[in-house]
């Protein structure tokens, strides 16, 4: 297993895909991101992220219409023993079998990866919002302000940095016993984890922006700094930004169900959520470990999904990392 990134690490990572993307063009004069796109429909990986991505977007939405079976109903009660260890597992009219309390694993699974992509994609757009406008502000102060512009950067950055130093999931955790247990707190955890990795990003992004020709043209013209900023500078730095959403999203997965997982998600257990049947799957794991596997896998192939299609298209920008 690889070992996690040091703090120093990961931001030399955001800054490298900052400074990649920033660049509008390669250099033999062609789109950088025509030509990313190009290699992204030759590459396994991008090609079985991206289909896993699209499986469990369309499970996600259409998995209320589809369940075969209320998945909060125990239509089946009466047939699982759970003090004599007695289980139904696959059958023709369950076919992932029942879990502890004779509800169907297949609706609950099914009605769950709704809730699972609700809580991933929230996060992140939270996490993308503060964290760009954190990243916009501390590269316009930095790359336009002057003086007072440099302590202002100084001092958002060494904050995102204190969070960046922090393991996700330990923050997420503090941010999720501080405001208490709900499927809104699991949201705001995962997002305030994301938040430096989003802020970091778009000031290199800006940061790199502000060299380019076309900036120094326009601030000899005397356009405005606002203008050149909010009109130039900041639309051409997002890219960086939504090549993370896609990494972004694996780990507010990840998160999401840890944090469901022991005890800070939604109160309401009887809701589908992946992990929250995890955690409900085992106290049970012996006699019935498929109960923990169905959502384990579910969790487990979501993200990578997602983390293929991101690391595939940061290969696609990278020269280097294509080598």
């Known amino acids: 297993m690889a070992a996690p990134l040091s703090p120093l690490a990961k931001q030399e990572r955001i800054d490298r895909l900052a400074e990649l993307t920033a660049r509008r063009e390669d250099p033999a004069g062609g789109s950088l991101w025509r030509e990313a796109l190009r290699r992204l429909r030759h590459s396994k990986m991008a090609l079985v992220g991206g289909a896993v991505m699209a499986v469990f977007v369309l499970l996600a939405v259409l998995g209320p219409w589809i369940a075969p079976h209320d998945p909060t109903a125990q239509l089946w009660r009466d047939e699982v023993r759970v003090n004599q260890s007695l289980f139904v597992g696959p059958r023709g009219e369950n076919w992932l079998g029942l879990d502890h309390l004779g509800r169907d694993q297949l609706s609950r699974m099914l009605v769950g990866a709704r809730q699972t992509l609700m809580v991933g994609v929230v996060s992140t757009v939270l996490g993308f919002t503060v964290g760009a406008l954190i990243g916009g502000v501390s590269g316009a102060a930095l790359a336009f302000g002057g003086r007072a512009g440099r302590r202002l950067d100084t001092v958002l950055m060494r904050f995102?940095?204190?969070?960046?130093?922090?393991?996700?999931?330990?923050?997420?955790?503090?941010?999720?016993?501080?405001?208490?247990?709900s499927l809104t707190t699991v949201m705001i955890a995962v997002g305030v984890v994301q938040v430096p990795v989003f802020?970091?990003?778009?000031?290199?992004?800006?940061?790199?922006?502000?060299?380019?020709?076309?900036?120094?043209?326009?601030?000899?013209?005397?356009?405005?700094?606002?203008?050149?900023?909010?009109?130039?500078?900041l639309p051409?730095?997002?890219?960086?930004?939504?090549?993370?959403?896609?990494?972004?999203?694996?780990?507010?997965?990840?998160?999401?169900?840890?944090?469901?997982?022991l005890g800070l998600g939604n109160p309401d257990a009887s809701q589908p959520e992946w992990g929250v049947m995890l955690a409900q799957a085992q106290r049970f794991f012996d006699?019935?470990?498929?109960?923990?596997?169905?959502?384990?896998?579910?969790?487990?192939?979501?993200?990578?999904?997602?983390?293929?299609?991101?690391?595939?298209?940061?290969?696609?920008?990278?020269?280097?990392?294509?080598?």
């Open 236 to 261: 051409n730095s997002l890219g960086p930004a939504i090549v993370q959403t896609t990494l972004a999203l694996a780990t507010a997965i990840i998160e999401a169900a840890a944090l469901s997982y």
């Open 160 to 181: 995102t940095d204190m969070a960046l130093a922090l393991p996700s999931l330990l923050l997420a955790v503090s941010v999720a016993a501080v405001l208490g247990q």
């Open 287 to 323: 006699a019935e470990p498929m109960m923990a596997v169905y959502p384990a896998l579910g969790i487990i192939v979501t993200a990578l999904g997602f983390t293929l299609l991101g690391e595939a298209l940061r290969e696609a920008l990278d020269p280097k990392l294509r080598s």
């Open 199 to 233: 802020a970091r990003l778009l000031r290199g992004s800006m940061l790199a922006q502000a060299g380019a020709d076309y900036v120094l043209a326009a601030r000899a013209t005397g356009v405005r700094r606002r203008r050149i900023v909010l009109a130039h500078v």
